[in-house]
């Protein structure tokens, strides 16, 4: 089952030039990586989950995913942690990172935007427009606006 | 030749009793030559007591016996022969002779008595002047010696005023006041002797009325019978200073003697006259530092202000003037009158009558309104007639009240402070006194002036008394104040000041703000001084300052006055944590409130999916998932909510008997649904453990937090305590896990408000960092202790102590 077929036709023109097939769903709580873990699966992405901040590390090193869900508050390595270890080494310095995290702080923002984040999911969230909005936020990453989604995140605080 | 009166007897005798003489020796002797000489000797006599006349009477009379009894008897009677014609023109001669000679003698003794008397009389004038010691004097001296030596019917003295222009009387003798009302000033450039004199310096000699009304036709007559008139410059080391006038009862013919002697006179006058003026002016200055003196000990024997302003009147009157007030400007711009005072105290009321009934107003172009606005004097001489004339156009019961006062000459004085006009001091004289004069107007300066310090030490006390008890009040306020001048040195420093930063007053006072006050650039950078001219209201900034080793949060307020800085700071560490740990908090709490929130949310969201199906294995798992967040919300909700109870005081214990043991075997029961299975749970009881007194609620609330605590501390699993025991009327819980301890140094820590040890240390260790909080705040509001043993990696023991009985 394609991802595209279900999104929305506003949403299908960036989001065409991207095959979103692998996602790793990093939170110590269990009841939000199921609710992440199910709506994608239905997408047809491939979920990995991590627990704890090394647990994303070694998930990463195992496979590369599309793109990191990562929550801040986490056991051992906390999430600003393992974004600094990911942007520090060559082969993780260009893997998206968005932050799905209770912190809705304007300087936790503008913290994840300056560790490299392309986007910042505030929860409580809506994990049924998950997809569309992971496609939609590659989608301008391949299209090299990486650095201007930083911007925006910037700016939104 | 005229003859002294007493010398025409002895003349007649002489004239009678020589030719008798003859007579008699020339019955007796029958001797012509002795005749002859007692005949020439009787001419000579009759001619020296009498003069030419008698001379000749006593020659004729004498011829007559003579001949009678000496001519020949040939001859008979008469002039026989030749020879006794030649004999009777050298008697007759001889008469003549001798008479002209001793006329002549007598007349130079007349002049030589006449000139003597002159200088008698100038002896006498310049001994009585060098007596008199007041113009009044001097007149007087002038005068008695002129009207002594018949002369002068009256006289007066008059003296250039100050500016130059007008003579001014000083004194007169002889003319009635009803003629000299309109005279006490007169123009010195007037077509007037006395004018004339003074301004040309020349001495006018009048004769008569009709050389008088020829060269003088301005001046009317001073009398109705004006005859001569001398007007004489007084003339000082070659200043003019005034004018003398003589006038005289009938005309008169005035010689070189008489004019020299008068113009002698003049300088005399003018002499003594100066000298008067000298002494006067010294005694009037000596009396008037005696009044100032006196003025200034009444003037500063209070220090009230306006009793001090109250006072001034009194001291002028009647010293300087008859009438005197005060007026001050109030803080609304109204003049007002504190003090009248009145040589006559029946018009004393009047003075008060006036200013209620016709107050001046500021903006008025005369008198004290004016001396109020402008801080300059106001001096009148004499108050212009039109004055009144405005006053009786504006009210005709005004102009009578000004009537009442005999209001003839004004002088309104400033009383300042420092630059700045407090009050006005007006002085008011009679008609019948003297105009005020340049020195009255110093004098009544001087005496404001005296007024205004005496009202201003009054002012400074009064502040001076204000600042004290302000310096008082700020000795003792809570917060540390203090104040710069303008150039950044601190000029006062309080005792909180000190408390707060540590600096001793001493240390601060007189150093640069930069130097002596701890953190300054900070509080320069961050506290925006307000401008107490712009009525701006300061705003506190809290600046971190390090006092010594810590560092203190310092709440600053600053107001700029214009002369300087005043700061006011206060210690506000404590609110500042405070405050930062309810910021924490409420980041925390929302974040202990998002997670589940998300989850309910999240998993609702993905049931409403039309490919997700509520009864397969996931549905019921998002079911599930969905109560047991929403539990786990009410739990956080509940926590929240205890503890602004706790906070606010409102919470109530409730107390009734409980079974501790059931109490602990339902709490393990209810946390043991929601613990992973890699722990588990034991409870350790003594025997004979009885019912216990408590609020079974709260310490239920108190044991789940603490077992869930161990549970959440126990992130790979382990035993889970709870020992029971009791002694002495005391419970004792203790609940031990074998989890991650606690560092030494977090032991008291624990309990604060907030406080969640490092999340990292930890799996899935969440909460609001209120549990133990909670539980410290309840048993010790059940009267009870809780306390802590642990050591990172060998678990913790939590100790409640609690009274049961």
């Not at chain 1, 595209?4 to 110590?28: E, F, I, N």
């Amino acid at each position: 089952m394609s991802a595209d077929t279900d999104k929305p036709p506003s949403m299908s023109a960036p989001a065409d030039s991207v095959q979103l097939r692998r996602v790793l769903v990093a939170d110590d709580e269990a009841p939000i990586r199921a609710v992440c873990r199910v709506n994608l699966q239905l997408a047809g992405i491939s979920v990995d989950e991590a627990v704890t901040g090394n647990e994303v590390l070694d998930a990463i090193e195992r496979e590369r995913p599309d793109v990191v869900l990562l929550d801040i508050m986490l056991p051992g390595l906390d999430g600003w942690q393992v974004a600094e270890e990911l942007l520090s080494e060559t082969q993780t310095a260009d893997l998206p990172i968005v932050f799905l995290s209770a912190r809705a702080g304007r300087e936790d923002i503008r913290r994840g935007a300056n560790l490299g984040a392309v986007d910042y999911i505030v929860k409580p969230f809506d994990p049924t427009t998950l997809v569309d909005r992971l496609e939609a936020t590659l989608a301008r990453v391949a299209a090299g606006e990486g650095e201007q989604l930083r911007q925006e995140l910037l700016e939104s605080t | 030749v005229r003859l002294p009166r007493h010398q025409y007897l002895p003349a007649a005798l002489v004239t009678v009793f020589g030719p008798a003489l003859v007579t008699l020796l020339a019955l007796f002797t029958d001797d012509s030559v002795v005749a002859a000489l007692v005949y020439v000797l009787a001419i000579i006599t009759a001619s020296l007591a009498g003069g030419i006349w008698f001379g000749l009477a006593a020659s004729a009379l004498s011829l007559i016996p003579f001949n009678y009894f000496f001519a020949k008897p040939e001859n008979e009677f008469g002039f026989a022969t030749g020879e006794d014609v030649v004999v009777a023109v050298v008697f007759v001669a001889t008469a003549l002779a001798t008479g002209a000679v001793f006329d002549r003698e007598r007349r130079a003794r007349a002049a030589l008595d006449a000139a003597a008397a002159g200088a008698r009389r100038l002896q006498q004038s310049a001994e009585a002047l060098s007596s008199a010691v007041t113009p009044a004097e001097v007149l007087d001296a002038v005068l008695t010696e002129s009207v002594a030596a018949a002369e002068a019917r009256a006289g007066l003295i008059a003296v250039l005023t100050e500016d130059g222009r007008d003579l001014e009387i000083l004194a007169q003798r002889g003319y009635s006041e009803d003629r000299l009302r309109n005279w006490h000033r007169f123009p010195l450039e007037g077509e007037y002797p006395l004018s004339y004199a003074v301004r040309t310096g020349e001495p006018v000699f009048i004769d008569s009325e009709a050389e008088r009304i020829r060269r003088f036709p301005a001046l009317p007559p001073i009398t109705e019978q004006t005859h001569a008139l001398v007007c004489l410059p007084l003339v000082v080391e070659g200043r003019t200073i005034g004018g003398l006038t003589f006038s005289f009862a009938s005309d008169q013919e005035f010689d070189e003697e008489r004019r020299a002697m008068k113009v002698a006179l003049a300088r005399q006058a003018a002499q003594a006259l100066d000298r008067a003026r000298l002494y006067e002016a010294l005694s009037t200055a000596e009396q008037r530092m005696s009044f100032l003196a006196e003025a200034s000990d009444v003037l500063s024997s209070s220090l009230d202000y306006e009793e001090t302003l109250r006072s001034v009147p009194q001291l002028a009157v009647p010293r300087i003037a008859d009438w005197s007030g005060v007026d001050v400007l109030d803080e609304d711009g109204a003049i007002r009158r504190v003090a009248v005072a009145h040589s006559d105290p029946a018009k004393l009321d009047w003075g008060w009558e006036i200013s209620r009934r016709f107050p001046p107003r500021p903006e008025e172009a005369r008198g004290v309104a004016k001396v109020l606005r402008t801080g300059e004097p106001e001096f009148l001489p004499e108050i212009p007639e039109q004055l009144f004339e405005q006053a009786r156009a504006r009210d005709p019961e005004m102009a009578g009240i000004l009537e009442e006062l005999g209001m003839h000459t004004l002088i309104c004085v400033p009383i300042r402070a420092r630059d700045r006009v407090l009050g006005a001091l007006t002085l008011v004289r009679a008609e019948s006194a003297r105009p005020f004069s340049r020195s009255d107007l110093d004098l009544a300066m001087a005496l404001a002036d005296r007024a205004g310090a005496a009202a201003d030490n009054a002012l400074l006390y009064r502040e001076a008394e204000q600042r004290g008890e302000a310096a008082r009040a700020l000795t003792y306020v809570g917060d540390g104040v203090f104040l710069l001048d303008r150039g950044g040195v601190v000029r006062y420093w309080n005792r909180a000041a000190s408390l707060i930063t540590g600096v001793a007053e001493e240390d601060a006072l007189d150093h640069l703000a930069c130097d002596a006050v701890p953190g300054w650039e900070l509080i320069e950078e961050h506290v925006r001084p307000a401008d107490a001219g712009a009525g701006e209201l300061a705003r506190a900034a809290a600046v971190p300052v390090a006092l010594g080793e810590e560092e203190r949060w310092l709440s600053v307020v600053a107001v700029d006055f214009g002369d300087g800085r005043v700061y006011a700071m206060r210690d506000v560490t404590e609110e500042h944590a405070l405050e930062q740990a309810r910021s924490d908090f409420v980041a925390t709490a929302s974040h202990e409130l998002r997670t589940p929130l998300a989850a309910v949310y999240g998993a609702a969201k993905t049931l409403r999916r039309e490919d997700v199906d509520v009864n397969s294995q996931v549905g019921q798992t998002f079911l599930d998932m969905i109560e047991s967040e929403a539990e786990r919300l009410n739990g956080i909700v509940g926590q929240l909510l205890l503890t602004g109870q706790l906070e606010s005081g409102r919470l109530s214990l409730a107390e009734t008997e409980c079974d501790l043991r059931e109490l602990v075997d339902n709490v393990l029961a209810t946390v043991a649904v929601s613990a992973p299975e890699t722990v588990s749970f034991e409870v350790e009881a003594s025997n004979g453990l009885g019912p216990a007194r408590c609020d079974e609620d709260k310490l239920r609330q108190v044991l789940v937090n603490l077992v869930e605590n161990a549970v959440k501390y126990s992130p790979n699993g382990g035993t889970v305590s709870v020992a029971l025991s009791s002694t002495n009327g005391r419970a004792r819980i203790e609940v031990r896990d074998a989890g991650l301890g606690i560092p030494e140094a977090d032991h008291e820590r624990v309990f604060e408000k907030f406080t969640r040890l490092d999340p990292g240390l930890t799996r899935g260790v969440g909460g609001t960092g209120l549990g133990l909080y909670i539980a410290r705040e309840l048993v010790e509001r059940m009267g009870g202790t809780i306390a802590v043993v642990s050591a990172p990696g060998s678990g913790s023991t939590f100790t409640v102590d609690l009274p049961v009985s």
